[in-house]
Structure formats: structure tokens, C-alpha cells
Nanobody, 116 residues
Framework: QVQLAESGGGLVQAGGSLRLSCAASGSIFRANTMAWFRQAPGKQRELVAALTLSGRTNYADSVKGRFTVSRDNAKNTVYLQMNSLKPEDTGVYSC??????????WGQGTQVTVSS
């Protein structure tokens, strides 16, 4: 069993910063891809940022230059540094990990609210 624990969400003014963390525990040796998704009210969930074990990154166009995804492999933890936040960044942010055998695990989500 694998559990993901997210932290770092909250309320911030436009232009501010937040750092999200997601720690994986349980029966996992090492994750392949670790990623962050978000879902805004009334919208579909979308990929925000992803980082493979080899270091390849993928960002949504809307966050390029503002968000940075990183990971600590020894701790099976992925981070999302969010700078210059905008009201349209508001949503529930969830982490996802993909293992080398193709299994996907999701965190419970953390709310990020950016006020204008």
C-alpha cells in the first residue's frame, strides 16, 4: 500500500508564492514520474508539472516560468514551488506518482486559493 501526503496549500494574494510538498510512503521503492495536477471549480483536472527520475520536466504552458517542480528521491517526495501566483491558479492541487511497473497513486489534494 502506498500513501501520499500533501501539504503547503493555503490562501495567498496575487503575486505571492506557495510551496507544495507531497511525500510518498509505504510499499514503494522509487517513483518514476512524480507530478502535480490541479482542478479548478467547474473545470477538468489538468497537468501542472511533471518530473521523471531522469530529470525530464513537463510544464503546462500557463505556469512556465513561474512554477518549478523538484524531487528528493531519497525521501520519495515531490515539491512544487509556485511564484507570481495568479487568481486563475486557484484550485485543488493533487500529486500523482507513477511507479516503474505502471501503477499510479494519488494524493488527497490540497486547496490553493489566490485572491486578487
Amino acid at each position: 500500500q502506498v500513501q501520499l501526503a500533501e501539504s503547503g496549500g493555503g490562501l495567498v494574494q496575487a503575486g505571492g508564492s506557495l510551496r507544495l510538498s507531497c511525500a510518498a510512503s509505504g510499499s514503494i521503492f522509487r517513483a518514476n514520474t512524480m507530478a502535480w495536477f490541479r482542478q479548478a471549480p467547474g473545470k477538468q483536472r489538468e497537468l501542472v508539472a511533471a518530473l521523471t527520475l531522469s530529470g525530464r520536466t513537463n510544464y503546462a504552458d500557463s505556469v512556465k516560468g513561474r512554477f518549478t517542480v523538484s524531487r528528493d528521491n531519497a525521501k520519495n517526495t515531490v515539491y512544487l514551488q509556485m511564484n507570481s501566483l495568479k487568481p486563475e491558479d486557484t484550485g485543488v492541487y493533487s500529486c500523482n506518482i507513477e511507479t516503474f511497473n505502471g501503477m499510479h497513486y494519488w494524493g488527497q489534494g490540497t486547496q490553493v486559493t489566490v485572491s486578487s
